[in-house]
């Protein structure tokens, strides 16, 4: 009797978690597979006016990698991969139709993907039940708790987390519930991907590179409305001109207004300097390689840290203050990358160096005490790290990541003492909810 074979599915929805995919293949992250197949998701509001990922600027020198390119969006035609799970009752039909439909038969599956928490990665876990779970992730919430309960149906069938180490020493959370074993993705692997997405080295750049400014459209997920954002964007202008710089590169978020490219190109005119918008759908990691940047600044993103920890490159923060103070629900999955961000990240209108000077130690137990605010009932083991940071020398310093509301909640240090009787307890709350109704 023959052995069975392996196929290997990647999923992927961005040509970022796709470049992370391609350099855990080459470092052996993933074993010897009969068949590697990558399955493209599009999640864009409308994914038929935005091109997948495959269809990106270079993603054909990635393309060696797997034996075939699919489609899940084609798979669930007409209806939107962000909003589609299947109905329990249909389980066994769509199971039947997935191995058919791709050519599985009674192959041994192992899947790798990304947001296991939420649909389209949730629904594909749920039509291969069968199938081991490798989940990678690409970015700075691999440091947080998972966003919601997972099924432990599923949640239990996931035995590693990949990711990218962008924080050295920084343990990741995410998935921690289940056991998870968190693997990095060695960061040579990582680069040499980038190098090869970009192509032939252009050569061109001098020693002196530009500013880099990074747009995220901090409006379109609601942390911001369009006018504080446009307004984020300046303070990157005016900061990088208070430093020195003259020549300003800025890569806007893909979707974001063309209004507010054109209000940067006078803003910096009138400071003295020269913007460029690098209008190219290409990641910050190409151009890191291709301008060779003096500063890279940004809010929160991801490539803050790529910049900061892969390429060696100086990098500056805006507005993650505002933004922690601010943003609701406690819950919000954008809380550790803005944390990790404004613990690591000098900020560009500061002194210029290695950021706060938050030690290994101290910062995994600032995002293990954030972490278990976050969710305490998801990771109630992270509650002693909560206490011990919270009770420690840099509780002061790192307060601000915290509400006192959700201190007094949770029964944390720094929170409000709350009374013991249950008579007086039963007003609090009474005078609470009366509030909140005069409020509305």
Request: with cysteine; hydrophobic share 45%.
């Amino acid at each position: 009797m023959s052995p069975r074979r392996t196929t290997q599915v990647f999923c992927a929805s961005t040509l970022y978690g796709a470049v992370t995919l391609a350099a855990a293949i080459d470092s052996g992250c993933f074993g010897a597979a009969g068949r590697r197949i990558l399955l493209v998701t599009n999640n864009a509001p409308v994914p038929e006016t935005t091109p997948a990922l495959d269809e990106a600027e270079g993603f054909a020198r990635l393309r060696g990698r797997f034996d075939s390119v699919l489609s899940w969006n084609e798979v669930i035609s007409p209806l939107h991969p962000g909003g589609w799970t299947p109905r329990a009752s249909d389980l066994p039909l769509l199971q039947r139709h997935l191995r058919k439909l791709w050519d599985l038969g009674d192959d041994r599956v192992e899947l790798a993907l990304e947001s296991i928490q939420v649909t389209p990665a949730l629904a594909i876990a749920q039509l291969l039940p069968e199938a081991s779970i490798t989940v990678y992730a690409d970015g700075l919430m691999s440091y947080g708790p998972t966003r919601n309960k997972i099924d432990p149906l599923i949640g239990g069938r996931v035995s590693r987390l990949l990711h990218l180490d962008l924080v050295p020493g920084l343990a990741p959370l995410l998935l921690g519930e289940f056991g998870a074993v968190p693997e990095a993705v060695p960061v040579e692997a990582f680069t040499k991907c980038v190098e090869e997405l970009a192509g032939p080295d252009p050569g061109t750049a001098d020693e002196d590179g530009p500013a880099l400014l990074l747009g995220q459209y901090l409006a379109a997920l609601n942390l911001l409305t369009a006018a504080e954002e446009e307004e984020l964007h300046l303070r990157m202008v005016r900061g990088a001109v208070a430093r020195g710089h003259r020549r300003l590169v800025f890569k806007p978020h893909p979707t974001a207004p063309d209004a507010w490219s054109r209000s940067l190109v006078r803003a910096a005119e009138e400071l003295g300097a020269e913007l460029t918008i690098e209008d190219r759908p290409v990641l910050a990691e190409v151009l890191y390689r291709e301008l060779r940047p003096a500063l890279v600044v940004g809010c929160f993103s991801t490539a803050l840290l790529t910049a900061r920890t892969f390429y060696g490159l100086p990098v500056a923060r805006v507005g993650t203050r505002p933004l922690l103070a601010r943003l609701t629900p406690f819950q919000n999955s954008n809380r550790i990358p803005l944390t990790v961000v404004d613990a690591v990240v000098p900020p560009l209108d500061g002194p210029a160096g290695d950021g706060s000077g938050v030690g290994t130690e101290e910062l995994n137990d600032l995002v293990a005490a954030v972490g278990f605010a976050m969710q305490p009932k998801i990771r109630p083991d992270l509650r002693a790290a909560a206490v011990r940071h919270l009770s420690g020398p840099l509780a002061e310093r790192t307060r601000h990541h915290f509400t006192r509301r959700r201190l007094t909640v949770l029964g944390l240090p720094g929170g409000l003492p709350l009374p013991r009787h249950p008579g007086v307890r039963r007003l609090a709350r009474r005078a609470l909810r009366l509030r909140r109704a005069l409020k509305r």
